[in-house]
């Protein structure tokens, strides 16, 4: 399996799995739902629960003890026994770090009694006591097969002598399977509405979800090793994590935090004389956010911060200082500062996380910056993996979205020395943002950028990117290496903005180049298909259904590309060109919006001809003038045929209008738009469809012919296939990704190779709505439905990045 021997290989060759903690654990860490008070005890046994898990699955953790906890017998007592990071067992061999615990429950539950075996991957729709009180006969086990062991029914006295600690560190799991059939009337079936895999998900019989599919799983536990896809079920586990982050539910919490966190949160004298806090991210933060005051939560002194605070000119009147293990003592309500930060974190048990994070955020009125060292040699409670640290801040971040956060990750390398990694999240510091919109000579990207940018009413400034797509390639790979100036563009320079709003292949490099230059600090808005992904990052995404592409937390979707067209640039458009009709034009008058060739579709002179005389034709039945307005794409040989057309403007018919750059002066291409009164659009550009439907005016769709697929074409159809083709196991699961179907995956995701846009899918979306209609010979005036698509994504996009306005 690939992205099992990615995870062997790697990490023997680092002599340490640096995604998980140290395998240090010889037991496990329990967490008790009481009964509830005001409710009198029940008499019955507690519900013994044991969780496979990792540190991966924090969230998933979280969401499955919640989905209990909601739904559970208050009077009943619940035992939820977490099995993780066990020492002597070999992990590196597992697709994931839990494996074979499982099969050490009847040794950990003392052998004796009943215990449910869970996955981390699942969540409960009806109370487990249910299951746990569920008749065994003379059964060792119950499951939905006897091949599926991912949540189990086990009665522990039966079955200690053949599952026990000692077989499950030694003995594969498939073949501890095979001993427990072999055993004539040791395996019992269970219900299968208590594993309910993906989509065999029903509302009503179904008492427990599994989210088996680990490419599918909603909360995206390991992007490193998998490129994930929708999930028919994700909507329900995303609402579970929610009701607990509305609830303010954590696993463990200050009074009550691991078993663990008092000794590695105590440090001695002389190692906090050794600890150096990370001042330069401190006080980065600290300037940019006009910081009056500031908490300090870590291992260096009070002495030791406030000297280096001097030294680097912190501007701050109030700095108070914490550690870890003082924090967890304070009064949750004490007075909160400016700007709160934390290094030394990844000291501390990886469960204890999620609660101090809460609150460090709780704390702070502005922002929080976190600064970890990873890498060390001594024994390791949270996992040295950069992008472990990033979901830890970008799920806390989710319950605090009015402040704003800054993540430095520090890696100590053999190699290359220390290394930083940095990631911003959360609310602006700044609103309004200083903002560039990055602009190129693609005039379906230049009007996206522009929509958006206008759309969300902040001040922005232009910065053209030349059309030297090698230069600029060079120019951003040399910049990374360093081996030099960058020489993107003259313009390209700092000070760096908060935002940038690009469309398009080269801008997305220049802005993702950008956005590292200025250490994560300058987030980015990225449209287009080729735009590139936003990865594991706090940028945004915008993009359509019909494009076919890998989805994502951070993407935005919306049925057309944002547009330049809105009603104060047609007013002013309107004003500017009063007469681009001529002063006595028949109505209505209908502009036809021509494309032309790209690489899915075709448009030649003869069939150029044909529409002409279609449009013209029902143009004229109507009794108005028609106006045709060629687009870069139209090419010359369409261009002049159709330019023929404007001998017949004399009598009304026809006028014809050549193409023009956006950046042109007097390009009347928006005031065309203004005073027609209905829209005719070549169907093979969103662009030209997104600014046709802003203007509500009534639109018709012409459909281009698909153009017969070129090698590369034949080549992306097939890779996108691959990444679709599902293989399934034994046990009637999908197998994760792997081999071809991973790399295609990620070959679809980096935008190496595109699927097919399915045009017919949006044509048919855009009549669905009452925005537009199929051309069919005949154009009459209607009313199109309100469209205010560009308003509700701009006010998406504001409620992420400047969720409080009263920050400005």
């Given at each position: 399996?690939?992205?099992?021997?990615?995870?062997?290989?790697?990490?023997?060759?680092?002599?340490?799995?640096?995604?998980?903690?140290s395998?240090?654990?010889?037991?496990?860490?329990?967490?008790?739902?009481?009964?509830?008070?005001?409710v009198?005890?029940?008499?019955?046994?507690?519900?013994?629960?044991?969780?496979?898990?990792?540190?991966?699955?924090?969230?998933?953790?979280?969401?499955?003890?919640?989905?209990?906890?909601?739904?559970?017998?208050?009077?009943?007592?619940?035992?939820?026994?977490?099995?993780?990071?066990?020492?002597?067992?070999?992990?590196?061999?597992?697709?994931?770090?839990?494996?074979?615990?499982?099969?050490?429950?009847?040794?950990?539950?003392?052998?004796?009694?009943?215990?449910?075996?869970?996955?981390?991957?699942?969540?409960?729709?009806?109370?487990?006591?249910?299951?746990?009180?569920?008749?065994m006969?003379?059964?060792?086990?119950?499951?939905?097969?006897?091949?599926?062991?991912?949540?189990?029914?086990?009665?522990?006295?039966?079955?200690?002598s053949l599952?026990?600690?000692?077989?499950?560190?030694?003995?594969?799991?498939?073949?501890?399977?095979?001993?427990?059939?072999?055993?004539?009337?040791?395996?019992?079936?269970?219900?299968?509405?208590?594993?309910?895999?993906?989509?065999?998900?029903?509302?009503?019989?179904?008492?427990?979800?599994?989210?088996?599919?680990?490419?599918?799983?909603?909360?995206?536990?390991?992007?490193?090793?998998?490129?994930?896809?929708?999930?028919?079920?994700?909507?329900?586990?995303?609402?579970?994590?929610?009701?607990?982050?509305?609830?303010?539910f954590?696993?463990?919490?200050?009074?009550?935090?691991?078993?663990?966190?008092?000794?590695?949160?105590?440090?001695?004298?002389?190692r906090?004389?050794?600890?150096?806090?990370?001042?330069?991210?401190?006080?980065?933060?600290?300037?940019?956010?006009?910081?009056?005051?500031?908490?300090?939560?870590?291992?260096?002194?009070?002495?030791?911060?406030?000297t280096?605070?001097?030294?680097?000119?912190?501007?701050?009147?109030?700095?108070?200082t914490?550690?870890?293990?003082?924090?967890?003592?304070?009064?949750?309500?004490?007075?909160?500062?400016?700007?709160?930060?934390?290094?030394?974190?990844?000291?501390?048990?990886?469960?204890?996380?999620?609660?101090l994070?809460?609150?460090?955020?709780?704390?702070?009125?502005?922002?929080?910056?976190?600064s970890?060292?990873?890498?060390?040699?001594?024994?390791?409670?949270?996992?040295?993996?950069?992008?472990?640290?990033?979901?830890?801040?970008a799920?806390?971040g989710?319950?605090?979205?009015?402040?704003?956060?800054?993540?430095v990750v520090?890696?100590?390398?053999?190699?290359?020395?220390?290394?930083?990694?940095?990631?911003?999240?959360?609310?602006?510091?700044?609103?309004?943002?200083?903002?560039?919109?990055?602009?190129?000579?693609?005039?379906?990207?230049?009007?996206?950028?522009?929509?958006?940018?206008?759309a969300?009413?902040?001040?922005?400034?232009?910065?053209e990117?030349?059309?030297?797509?090698?230069?600029?390639?060079?120019?951003?790979?040399?910049?990374?290496?360093?081996?030099?100036?960058?020489?993107l563009?003259?313009?390209?320079?700092?000070?760096?903005?908060?935002?940038?709003?690009?469309?398009?292949?080269?801008?997305?490099?220049?802005?993702r180049?950008?956005?590292?230059?200025?250490?994560?600090n300058?987030?980015?808005?990225?449209?287009?298909?080729?735009?590139?992904?936003?990865?594991?990052?706090?940028?945004?995404?915008?993009?359509?259904?019909?494009?076919?592409?890998?989805?994502?937390?951070?993407?935005?979707?919306?049925?057309?590309?944002?547009?330049?067209?809105?009603?104060?640039?047609?007013?002013?458009?309107?004003?500017?060109?009063?007469?681009?009709?001529?002063?006595?034009?028949?109505?209505?008058?209908?502009?036809?919006?021509v494309?032309?060739?790209?690489?899915?579709?075709?448009?030649?002179?003869?069939?150029?001809?044909?529409?002409?005389?279609?449009?013209?034709?029902?143009?004229?039945?109507?009794?108005?003038?028609?106006?045709?307005?060629?687009?870069?794409?139209?090419?010359?040989?369409?261009?002049?045929?159709?330019?023929?057309?404007?001998?017949?403007?004399?009598?009304?018919?026809?006028?014809?209008?050549?193409?023009?750059?956006?950046?042109?002066?007097?390009?009347?291409?928006?005031?065309?738009?203004?005073?027609?009164?209905?829209?005719?659009?070549?169907?093979?550009?969103?662009?030209?469809?997104?600014?046709?439907?802003a203007?509500?005016?009534?639109?018709?769709?012409?459909?281009?012919?698909?153009?017969?697929?070129?090698?590369?074409?034949?080549?992306?159809?097939?890779?996108?296939?691959?990444?679709?083709?599902?293989?399934?196991?034994?046990?009637?699961?999908?197998?994760?990704?792997?081999?071809?179907?991973?790399?295609?995956?990620?070959?679809?995701?980096?935008?190496?190779?595109?699927?097919?846009?399915?045009?017919?899918?949006?044509?048919?979306?855009?009549?669905?709505?009452?925005?537009?209609?199929?051309?069919?010979?005949?154009?009459?005036?209607?009313?199109p439905?309100?469209?205010n698509?560009?308003?509700?994504?701009?006010?998406?996009?504001?409620?992420r990045?400047?969720?409080?306005?009263?920050?400005?």
């Amino acid at each position: 399996m690939a992205v099992r021997s990615q995870r062997v290989l790697a990490s023997f060759l680092a002599g340490d799995d640096n995604r998980r903690p140290s395998a240090a654990q010889v037991g496990t860490i329990c967490i008790t739902l009481a009964p509830k008070a005001g409710v009198t005890p029940s008499d019955k046994p507690p519900v013994r629960i044991y969780l496979g898990t990792e540190s991966a699955q924090f969230r998933a953790e979280r969401a499955f003890v919640w989905s209990i906890e909601r739904l559970r017998d208050p009077a009943r007592r619940y035992d939820i026994h977490l099995m993780k990071d066990f020492a002597g067992f070999e992990r590196r061999l597992w697709l994931t770090g839990f494996t074979n615990y499982r099969f050490a429950i009847p040794e950990l539950a003392g052998r004796e009694g009943r215990a449910i075996y869970n996955d981390a991957d699942q969540i409960y729709l009806k109370d487990p006591a249910l299951l746990f009180d569920t008749a065994m006969g003379d059964h060792g086990v119950l499951s939905i097969n006897d091949r599926d062991t991912s949540v189990m029914l086990i009665d522990c006295a039966r079955m200690a002598s053949l599952w026990n600690w000692d077989s499950a560190k030694a003995t594969k799991n498939r073949e501890l399977e095979a001993r427990m059939r072999a055993v004539d009337g040791l395996w019992g079936e269970l219900d299968a509405g208590w594993n309910a895999r993906d989509e065999e998900y029903a509302p009503v019989t179904s008492h427990l979800v599994h989210y088996t599919t680990i490419h599918t799983q909603p909360w995206r536990p390991t992007p490193g090793d998998y490129v994930y896809r929708a999930n028919v079920a994700s909507d329900l586990w995303l609402n579970i994590e929610a009701e607990a982050d509305a609830a303010g539910f954590q696993l463990f919490h200050a009074e009550d935090p691991t078993p663990q966190f008092a000794d590695a949160a105590t440090v001695s004298d002389e190692r906090r004389r050794q600890f150096t806090p990370d001042l330069e991210a401190f006080r980065e933060l600290a300037q940019d956010a006009e910081a009056q005051s500031l908490y300090y939560c870590g291992f260096a002194s009070a002495a030791t911060l406030r000297t280096l605070a001097d030294q680097c000119g912190l501007s701050v009147e109030r700095i108070d200082t914490a550690t870890p293990l003082q924090e967890s003592g304070r009064d949750p309500n004490r007075d909160s500062v400016d700007v709160v930060a934390a290094d030394g974190l990844e000291q501390l048990p990886d469960l204890d996380i999620p609660w101090l994070l809460d609150r460090l955020f709780a704390r702070a009125t502005r922002a929080l910056v976190v600064s970890v060292t990873l890498g060390s040699d001594r024994t390791r409670l949270c996992p040295a993996d950069p992008h472990w640290w990033y979901a830890q801040l970008a799920a806390a971040g989710q319950r605090f979205p009015d402040r704003h956060w800054h993540l430095v990750v520090h890696r100590k390398r053999r190699r290359d020395g220390a290394q930083a990694a940095h990631w911003s999240g959360g609310a602006l510091l700044r609103v309004p943002p200083t903002t560039w919109v990055l602009q190129h000579h693609k005039t379906g990207h230049r009007s996206q950028a522009l929509g958006i940018a206008d759309a969300l009413g902040w001040d922005y400034e232009t910065r053209e990117i030349p059309h030297a797509p090698a230069r600029t390639l060079l120019a951003a790979l040399r910049a990374r290496l360093p081996v030099g100036a960058h020489g993107l563009s003259d313009t390209i320079r700092p000070p760096w903005p908060d935002l940038i709003i690009a469309s398009g292949w080269l801008p997305g490099l220049v802005a993702r180049w950008v956005r590292d230059q200025n250490q994560g600090n300058t987030r980015v808005i990225l449209m287009g298909r080729r735009g590139g992904p936003v990865g594991e990052t706090q940028d945004l995404a915008i993009d359509c259904p019909h494009f076919g592409l890998t989805p994502h937390p951070q993407h935005l979707q919306t049925v057309l590309p944002p547009s330049k067209v809105g009603a104060d640039r047609m007013a002013e458009a309107g004003a500017r060109w009063p007469q681009v009709f001529g002063k006595d034009a028949a109505t209505p008058r209908v502009v036809w919006l021509v494309g032309g060739t790209s690489a899915q579709h075709r448009l030649d002179a003869e069939h150029a001809t044909r529409m002409l005389d279609d449009v013209h034709g029902a143009t004229r039945t109507a009794g108005g003038t028609l106006a045709v307005l060629t687009s870069r794409r139209t090419g010359e040989a369409v261009t002049r045929t159709l330019a023929q057309s404007a001998d017949r403007g004399a009598d009304g018919g026809v006028i014809f209008e050549p193409w023009r750059a956006a950046s042109d002066a007097d390009n009347p291409f928006l005031g065309y738009l203004a005073h027609a009164d209905i829209l005719v659009v070549t169907g093979e550009s969103e662009s030209m469809l997104a600014e046709a439907v802003a203007t509500g005016k009534p639109v018709y769709i012409l459909p281009l012919p698909e153009r017969a697929p070129s090698a590369r074409q034949r080549i992306a159809d097939w890779v996108h296939t691959q990444s679709q083709t599902d293989r399934y196991n034994a046990r009637g699961s999908r197998r994760p990704q792997q081999g071809l179907q991973y790399l295609s995956a990620r070959l679809i995701e980096q935008r190496i190779f595109l699927p097919r846009r399915d045009m017919p899918a949006l044509h048919g979306a855009l009549e669905a709505q009452g925005l537009a209609r199929v051309f069919a010979g005949v154009l009459e005036t209607w009313q199109p439905q309100p469209w205010n698509e560009l308003e509700l994504l701009a006010g998406e996009i504001r409620a992420r990045l400047a969720p409080d306005v009263r920050r400005g």
